[in-house]
């Protein structure tokens, strides 16, 4: 029996500050106490605790998992709970090639997610309908719900979703807590014909 080689060309691991922490925002400390604004502290509490929900309907989801997985490990930025429950999530990470008959299921979705909430198109295919431009396949997610972060690729790879998950954490994180209620929030569901 051929033996299994495995390790062949072992290496040590780099190491070096492994763990880091979130740096407080701007703000005035002093003797037991810092102050700073609400809008600062909410941010950074929603920024590094999100909860994503996948939505994943072909190969993109495979990379996902990949994503999810030890070696590149999403929870270290926080979002390790992922749920499938869209009441219970903050993030809708579309991966995939979504059908037009598949488009009312996923708007379904975003609008059973509380506010605030937040949306990747994840690949190609959700971004724009990559290669299927076809009768039947949505040419972009957008057509139907409001996108906030597009990853490029046809899989995007681990560390393409992890920078585009990262961006959700800036604009999470600078988000206004007042913007939700803003007219111009409202024109844009209103433009997707949500009230
Ligand atoms: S973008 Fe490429 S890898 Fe992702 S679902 Fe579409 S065809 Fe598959």
Same mark, same amino acid.
């Given at each position: 029996?051929?033996?299994?080689?495995?390790?062949?060309? @072992?290496?040590? $691991?780099?190491?070096?500050?492994?763990?880091?922490?979130?740096?407080?925002?701007?703000?005035?400390?002093?003797?037991? +106490?810092?102050?700073?604004?609400?809008?600062?502290?909410? &941010?950074?509490?929603?920024?590094?605790?999100?909860? !994503?929900? @996948?939505?994943?309907?072909?190969?993109?989801? *495979?990379?996902?998992?990949?994503?999810?997985?030890?070696?590149?490990?999403?929870?270290? /930025?926080?979002?390790?709970?992922?749920?499938?429950? $869209?009441?219970?999530?903050?993030?809708? #990470?579309?991966?995939?090639?979504?059908?037009?008959? #598949? &488009? $009312? =299921?996923?708007?379904? %979705?975003?609008?059973? #997610?509380?506010? !605030?909430?937040?949306?990747?198109?994840?690949?190609?295919?959700?971004?724009?309908?990559?290669? +299927?431009?076809?009768?039947? %396949?949505?040419?972009?997610?957008?057509?139907?719900?409001?996108?906030?972060?597009? =990853?490029?690729?046809?899989?995007?790879?681990?560390?393409?979703?992890?920078?585009? /998950?990262?961006? *959700?954490?800036?604009? %999470?994180?600078?988000?206004?807590?007042?913007?939700?209620?803003?007219?111009?929030?409202?024109?844009?569901?209103?433009?997707?014909?949500?009230?």
């Amino acid at each position: 029996m051929r033996p299994v080689q495995f390790n062949i060309h @072992p290496k040590a $691991p780099e190491i070096q500050s492994a763990i880091t922490y979130t740096s407080a925002p701007d703000g005035l400390p002093g003797e037991g +106490f810092f102050a700073t604004q609400l809008n600062k502290v909410v &941010g950074l509490a929603r920024k590094n605790s999100l909860w !994503p929900m @996948p939505f994943a309907t072909s190969c993109c989801g *495979i990379e996902f998992m990949a994503t999810m997985a030890s070696h590149y490990d999403l929870a270290r /930025f926080g979002a390790e709970r992922v749920g499938f429950s $869209p009441r219970q999530c903050d993030l809708l #990470m579309v991966l995939g090639t979504i059908s037009k008959k #598949m &488009g $009312p =299921v996923l708007k379904e %979705v975003y609008l059973q #997610m509380a506010e !605030p909430r937040w949306v990747m198109a994840i690949g190609a295919c959700a971004s724009s309908g990559g290669i +299927f431009d076809t009768y039947s %396949v949505l040419q972009g997610i957008d057509q139907i719900i409001p996108v906030d972060v597009y =990853v490029p690729g046809c899989p995007p790879r681990p560390e393409a979703m992890i920078d585009g /998950f990262m961006k *959700i954490q800036e604009l %999470v994180g600078q988000e206004d807590l007042r913007r939700r209620n803003s007219d111009q929030y409202k024109e844009l569901l209103n433009s997707y014909q949500i009230q």
